[in-house]
């Protein structure tokens, strides 16, 4: 035992103890609650009701319903009644059906103001379930850092002062682990929740979540990454939250039917084992797949989306960043995941900052991380991109905002609205990898112009109209935020219906709720508005219940099993979409079919959507989008892509563009585009059930049997 | 003289086999499915296969994304 270790070891200080039996786990459920009031150091049990099991289902349902209760339309992110609620759902735990161990995390976002969720892997959320509880809801703010043992073992959660230093995420996250562990075969027993500096200095903090890697030894580390979460983490004065668990097995969730959750799960890992290589190739490079393919179809976003490709994308390439994960071995990030998609860099050395000639283990980069952080930035450099990966996880930062973020600010740069002088001497052209690693340590410390970077785009957009004299009308064109999240990192200009997908999400452009750019821009399977406005009702709806159950993502569609080939809606993957169902039923003994699966994300959407409007947002001039979203903003923008512009303008707006100039091009683009978006909301909101303003019908809550006095409250003010 | 590849109008020339339509297109990616008026043609034949005139061509890109 470390020196430091032993000294971590003797400054605990318990601060609040809270003994309790675990719950024994009934068919998904613990039916326990455990709350944390940090200003009182309170710890309490609740019972999870029948109705939030029959309404809000679990995971980010749980969540939503929670903070709805702890919070006023009044209420901000920094506030102490602002929670942080994690909860893993009824399916997460089962380790015979891959991607089965993800946690959702919910809470008021520093960023958008309103309520942000969070899907992560890791092993922290089994583990709370399997220690009795459904979910987490911390409350309060505490006066000195703390952090929150749960020990599922024995039955005791504490609130303790610890002597550690919580700036750099992936110490805090082995050295917790050492702490609690009795022997190095007992780590993979621990889950470590925690952040970085970064997430004290800006409002894009991020939470790592652990999973102890019992061969390369180290505590590794999946993101909550969207909205801010790690800023109202380190706000509430949590330094970290560690959970311990050491009885897992296969029965842990005590399914009702366990022989047909193992009959599905040998089912799909036979496909992985037989397919991956040939299809996605998860488990040899991850969610990076995608960088070539992107580049390929003029997809990657790059110089802040204003193109979708370049030529110098080789550097970053599916290839060369394979070539960069050591130890080629399937990585999952909870037991039993057999697509395994997870990636390290081992022995990575950092040129620059606080940990500069040391070794690391860098988790990713993914795919986001790639294109965010390389070529958005126009920075085409893998040791670049993999160093900036290091940092942002261990400062904390989100890696797709702070790619965003650096984009536009180099946009900026380019366009004289920043120059050195603002920003202390870095000269953040496109490209310049030095200036960008320099200002994510300054997001990270807290220092320079990354105070400003770290307040997000769309309050620097004001920043720069105000302070130096930015034009308001191009800043809100190129700053790629709605609801005041930043966008990830897909080029969405010629898929209408992506362009829905992201601005009319929930919590902002995120793209968890719907990625339609191949179906949509190259397969052409969505060719009318109604298909559109069809699969962005279907896909968000059907996404959401992945946050509902604890489930990750990746294995519904990238694996596609045989049957698809003769499968009437081949983009659903209908036989997986039944694999589902039937995990749940077999889970929760409930006999659910394909409809309601949907209807049971239906209301917590809905419940969703009415939060916002609670809030303060959730209406029609919430969901419009940047204007470099939809189409090209700048004449050279439009002339990068002349041909199929004009193109465009000739056959589909009936303009011939023969002798127009690119500016009065440009303009009649605009024209057409925003039109057809306008258009494309007007039809999805007629389709989800909601009125011309995006405000759910009192019928439709009706129908979907959320019409609660409270709820209903909240809409008759916007009919 | 033309054929609709994902219900857009493309020239149609002679002796054209997927494996050039589909460089005509640019579809690079490795995991398209092909139908040719409605029935699947298997990837080992597209460099014979002579897409005909007046073709309804889907070429359905298997990509998962985010
Ligand atoms: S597919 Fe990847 S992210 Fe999803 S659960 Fe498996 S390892 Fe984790």
Known sequence: MSVLIEKMRSSRKVLAAYHYVPALIERGYAGKTLYIDLTNKNIESKDVTRQMKDIFVGGKGFGLWYLWNAVTPDTKWNDPENEIIISPGPIAGITQYPGSGKSLLVTLSPLTDSVMDSN???????????????????QGKADKDVVVFIDGDNGRVTIEEVDLDPSASHLLSEQLTELMAETEHDKKNISVVSTGSGAEHTRVGMLNFSFYDLRRKVARLKQAGRGGIGTVFRDKKLAALVVRFSGLSGKSNNPADPAAIARTGVKITREINKFDDTQFRMRQIGTANLMTPMNDYDLLPVHNFKYGSHKDAAGISSEVLRSRFT??????????????????????????????????????????????????????????????????DTYGLDTISTGTIIAFIMECFENDILNETITGGLKLNFGNAEAAMELIHQMGQGRGFGKVAGQGVRRMKKIFA?????????????????????????????????????????????????????????????????KKAEALHYFPMFRTWFGLQGLCKLPWNDIIPESNAIADSPEKIPEHVQNYVDLFNAVTGKNIDKD?????????????????????????????????????????????????????????????????????????????????????????????????????????????????????????KHL | ???????????????LTIKSLLKKMNYTFPKIVVRVNGKVVEQKKWAEFKVPDQAEVQAHHLIAGG
């Not at chain 1, 992560?120 to 911390?138: C, Q, R, T």
């Not at chain 1, 512009?645 to 009065?664: C, F, H, R």
């Open chain 1, 120 to 138: 992560v892997g890791g092993f922290f959320g089994p583990y709370l379930k399997f220690s009795g509880w459904d979910a987490l809801e911390i």
């Open chain 1, 327 to 392: 130890q080629k071995m399937p990585d999952g990030c909870w037991v039993g995941c057999a697509l395994s998609c997870c990636k390290a860099v081992d022995n990575f050395v950092p040129k620059t900052g606080p940990f500069k000639g040391k070794k690391v283990t860098v988790d990713g980069p993914e795919y986001e991380n790639a294109a965010g952080l390389g070529s958005n930035c126009g920075i085409f450099d893998a040791d670049y991109v993999i160093e900036a990966n290091f940092y942002c």
């Open chain 1, 466 to 530: 105000e302070e130096y004299g930015g034009d308001p009308a191009f800043l809100q064109d190129i700053g790629m935020e709605n609801k005041g999240l930043e966008y990830s990192q897909y080029q969405a200009k010629e898929s209408l219906a992506q362009q829905g997908g992201y601005a009319l999400a929930n919590k902002g452009p995120q793209h968890d709720e719907a990625w339609l750019i191949f179906m949509d821009m190259v397969n052409n399977q969505l060719p009318t508005f109604e």
């Open chain 1, 596 to 716: 309601e699966m949907i209807r049971q994300s239906e209301r917590v959407y809905n419940f969703q959507r009415v939060f916002n409007l609670r809030m303060g947002f959730g209406t029609r001039e919430h969901d419009a989008a940047p204007y470099r979203a939809l189409g090209p903003v700048t004449e050279e923008e439009y002339e990068s892509r002349q041909d199929r512009y004009d193109k465009q303008l000739k056959e589909d707006v009936g303009i011939n563009p023969e002798g127009m100039s690119t500016d009065a091009k440009v303009a009649a683009m605009r024209k057409y585009r925003q039109g057809r978006y306008e258009t494309l909301i007007d039809v999805v909101y007629k389709r989800r059930g909601w009125n011309e303003n995006g405000v759910p019908t009192l019928g439709h809550l009706e129908n979907l049997g959320i019409d609660f006095p409270e709820v209903v409250e909240v809409v008759k």
């Open chain 2, 1 to 15: 003289m033309v054929i609709m590849v994902n219900g857009k109008q493309i020239e149609w020339e002679e002796n």
